[in-house]
């Protein structure tokens, strides 16, 4: 089985201040690491994606993430966040023999001027 | 590519009735998924096809869910007879293909689904 954790239902945080939201997840196979970010009454959109390779993958918008095999994490940062960040963010695990994307509860990133 | 086009936006619809979702992947995409968001349990996958095939419905909430793709450019998921616990964003999703490096997958808008 497969499942991921996102630590934080809500992050609020200051205009141009750094953001960090977390991401733990499960399986017991090779896995691909996702971001997508959802603004409101709107679809989801790729931030970011770990397939193979370097674990520092950066992504649309000035975010960034990193994969910690060890760790089982795939955090998610942007050194100086913006009013137009504010939306609800998804971490998502593709296990390779389960054929399937789960995502995370998500976490709302709230950015105060 | 117009991207995943899914009607309507918007339903609202009473207890009891017949909901039809429907879904145009982009076009080349082989597999093509249908996923439910709530409140109370975020985003979850219902079923997914692969060349117009359903291949995992486990997500499926009852036999009052079902899905069809009768041909690679559409996909219903239809909900008879609705109940209010049904109300939820149902999005559609397409990818290019499965366990390689192009399985990013595409959603679309999503539908607005109440019933009340």
């Known amino acids: 089985a497969q499942s991921v954790t996102q630590l934080d239902s809500q992050v609020p945080v200051f205009e141009e201040a750094p953001v960090e939201l977390r991401c733990n997840y499960s399986?017991?196979?090779?896995?691909?690491l996702f971001w997508y970010v959802q603004y409101p009454n709107q679809g989801l959109q790729l931030l970011l994606k770990y397939l193979s390779g370097s674990t520092l993958v950066k992504g649309i918008n000035g975010f960034e993430a990193e994969f910690n095999k060890s760790q089982t994490s795939f955090h998610l940062r942007k050194p100086s966040v913006h009013i137009s960040d504010t939306a609800e963010y998804f971490c998502?695990?593709?296990?390779?023999?389960?054929?399937?994307?789960?995502f995370g509860q998500g976490t709302i990133l709230t950015v105060h001027p | 590519d117009a991207g995943v086009i899914q009607s309507p936006r918007h339903e609202v619809t009473e207890m009891g009735q017949e909901v039809t979702l429907r879904c145009k992947p982009i076009s080349g995409h082989d597999y093509l998924f249908w996923y439910r968001q709530t409140m109370m349990r975020g985003l979850e996958l219902l079923i997914y096809?692969?060349?117009?095939?359903?291949?995992?419905d486990s997500g499926m909430p009852e036999d009052r869910f079902s899905a069809k793709m009768p041909n690679a450019s559409f996909s219903t998921l239809k909900i008879q007879p609705s109940e209010p616990r049904d109300s939820a964003v149902y999005f559609c999703?397409?990818?290019?293909?499965?366990?390689?490096?192009?399985?990013?997958?595409?959603f679309g808008p999503g539908t607005r689904l109440t019933v009340l």
């Open positions: 998502a695990v593709w296990g390779t023999s389960y054929g399937k994307l789960t």
């Open positions: 096809f692969n060349n117009n095939v359903p291949i995992d």
């Open positions: 399986s017991s196979v090779s896995v691909y």
């Open positions: 999703a397409s990818s290019l293909s499965y366990l390689s490096l192009d399985n990013e997958q595409f």
